[in-house]
Each structure stands twice: as C-alpha cells, then as structure tokens.
C-alpha cells in the first residue's frame, strides 16, 4: 500500500522547486526586458538627428531642441548685407507690379481695334472673287462711259463733215459658235470699237485680279486683327518681366541665407550613426537573452526539483515513517477487535489517536 505522507512530502517538495524556480524565471524575464529596453534607448539616443548651427557669409542658421533634445524648431537669419539687398530689390518688385497693372490700359486701343478689323474683314469676304471683279469692272466702265462718248460723238462729226458718215465695211459672218459676226462699219469707227474691245478686255484682266486681290485683303485684315490682340496679350504678359526678374533675384538672395540651415541639416543626417545605433541595439539585445538564462538558473529549485523526482528520496521518506504506519495500522486492528477477539456486539475501546 502506497506510503501517503511519502506522496504528500515528494508533492511538497516538487511544488516548492516549481515555485523558487518560476519565481527566479519572472525576475530574469524582468531584468531582461529592462534590459532590452536600455538597449532601445540606447541606440535611439545613436540614431538621433543631430542638426548644427552654421554661420556664413551670407547668414546662419539656429536650432531649438526641448528638455529631451529633441529638435523643436528650426530657422535662418540674413545677414545685413543681403537683408539690405533684398529690400532693395522688394522695392524694385512693387514698382514692377504696377506697372503690370498698367499694362492692360495701355494695350486697351489695341483690342478696340481688333474687333473693327474682324467686321471690316468680313464685309470684305461677303463677296466672292467673280461678285467682286464685276463690281469693279462695272465701276471701271462707269469712270470711263463719259470720255467714251465723247470720243464717240467727236468721232461721227468728224464722219459727218468729210461726207463718210454712212460708209460702211468689213461685215463678217456668223461664227461657227452661232454668234453674231462682226457688223460693217467706217475704218474710223471700227477702229474706235476695237480699242474699246481691247480696253474692256484689258478691264476684265484687272477686274480678275482685283476680286482676288479683295479677297486676299479681307483674309489680312483678320490676320491682322488677331496680330492685334496677340500683341495687347503678349504686351500685358511681357510688362510682368520686370516683376518677376526683382522677385527672382530677392529669391536667389533668400537662397543664399538658406545655405546655413541646409548645412546643418546635413551635418546633423551625416552625423548621427544608423549603423552604430544597429550594432548597440544587437549586442544589447544579446547580452540581455544571455543574461536571462543565467538570472533564471535557481540552485536550491532546482536541487528541490530534482530531489521530488528521485527514487530514493521517496523510498527515504517512506522508510523513515514506515515504524509509525506500523503501529498506526496495529491500532486500527486493536479498534476493529480483530486482534483480542472483541468484535460484533461487544464493547469496543474508545477512540485511537491517529498519528498524522
């Protein structure tokens, strides 16, 4: 029969091991954390921006940090020279914006014109080229009719004085188009209608000529109107040259002043250490799970857990109590009246102590 102060020793035994042992694994998994932690900063503190202030000739720069050196701000300061040159330059660039401001009164006849061009165009493109060399060709002859009379009437009195008046010759027939011939008449007059032929042909040359020449002239006049407004434009964009050479040169200024806050940024990138912050991070990492195994070792728990799980101690315990299970069984015996006879009905002692 299994000793049971033997079980509950053994048990106890192992229980307080397990307990020492878990205990020495919290505290070493706390000291490593902390650990680990301390190695965070540690490399944070490395890797840190690290700005610094830069003076040249042209300005310098500042940076703020708070109580945990961290960058809280950061600025430039022109140095008196350029801070002068830019004001200067400032001026210049207000001056240069009004007289943007100007520009569009002063290029305003130039878009006035240009719609009176477009309707002078379109009146001229109204006709085509043939409508327009009639009509000149009807104006041409209508400057001409009167001298043509007068050379016509000069002509007759001059036949009707030498008694030729009614001579007539030269008739031809009809064309092999169906058209009329040419009629008889004097030498003097046949001469004078083939140089009206010729002039009326000569008319219908220019006439030609001149109802392209329209049409071309109308086609300028637009062009022209657009050139118009094209120039009133580039006028206005152009009056803003002076305003933007100022501002680009108060800008190169302010550049300038910039170059110290854009070296300490630089030198501040260059020297923080992205790589030595690494490498505190890892061996800090390192020792502190190195550490961790050494803080959790627990000799008396282990020594304790150890000795639950060994045969021999248990057969120990067991052997040590063993005299007491003895007369604690011969007691029961002696109650139940198995060992003087008492038993059934008779008297039994009273009560034994146990002894556990």
């Known amino acids: 029969m299994p000793n049971p102060v033997t079980g509950l020793i053994v048990g106890g035994t192992q229980l307080v091991g397990g307990m020492m042992a878990a205990d020495s694994a919290s505290e070493a998994a706390g000291i490593s954390a902390a650990a680990q932690e301390r190695a965070g900063q540690l ?33 430039y300061e022109l140095s008196p020279e350029l801070r002068a040159y830019q004001d200067r330059l400032m001026g210049l660039t207000g001056m240069g914006l009004t007289q943007a401001e100007a520009a569009p009164g002063m290029y305003q006849p130039l878009m006035a014109a240009a719609p009176g061009l477009f309707g002078l165009a379109q009146g001229y493109l109204a006709e085509t080229p043939q409508q327009a060399a009639q009509q000149y060709m009807a104006r041409q002859q209508e400057l001409l009719a009167p001298g043509r009379e007068r050379q016509l009437s000069q002509l007759q009195n001059r036949l009707f004085q030498t ?18 011939g040419l009629g008889a008449a004097s030498p003097e007059m046949e001469a004078y209608y083939n140089a009206l032929a010729q002039q009326d042909a000569e008319l219908a040359t220019r006439a030609q000529q001149a109802g392209m020449e329209q049409t071309r002239f109308g086609a300028g006049l637009f062009g022209t109107g657009a050139d118009l407004l094209r120039g009133a434009y580039q006028g206005q964009i152009a009056a803003l040259a002076p305003y933007e050479a100022y501002l680009g040169q108060a800008k190169g200024l302010e550049a300038l002043g910039q170059q110290p806050l854009s070296l300490g940024i630089d030198i501040g990138a260059q020297g923080k250490s992205a790589a030595g912050a690494q490498a505190l991070l890892t061996s800090g990492m390192s020792a502190a799970q190195t550490m961790q195994a050494v803080n959790a070792y627990n000799p008396f728990a282990t020594f304790l857990t150890g000795l639950s799980g060994n045969p021999m101690f248990a ?29 059934g009905g008779g008297m039994a002692p009273g009560p034994v102590t146990s002894f556990y």
Not at 325 to 336: I, K, P, S
């Open 315 to 343: 057969q120990g315990v067991s052997s040590a109590f063993q005299p007491y299970m003895g007369a604690q069984q011969a007691m029961r015996q002696y109650g139940a009246g198995n060992v003087y006879g008492y038993g």
């Open 43 to 75: 490399a944070a503190e490395e890797a840190r921006f690290r700005p610094v202030g830069i003076t040249t000739r042209f300005g310098r720069s500042t940076f703020e940090t708070g109580p945990d050196g961290r960058v809280t701000g950061a600025g």
């Open 163 to 180: 008694g030729r008046e009614g001579l007539a010759i030269g008739a031809t027939g009809a064309r092999p188009s169906g058209a009329a």
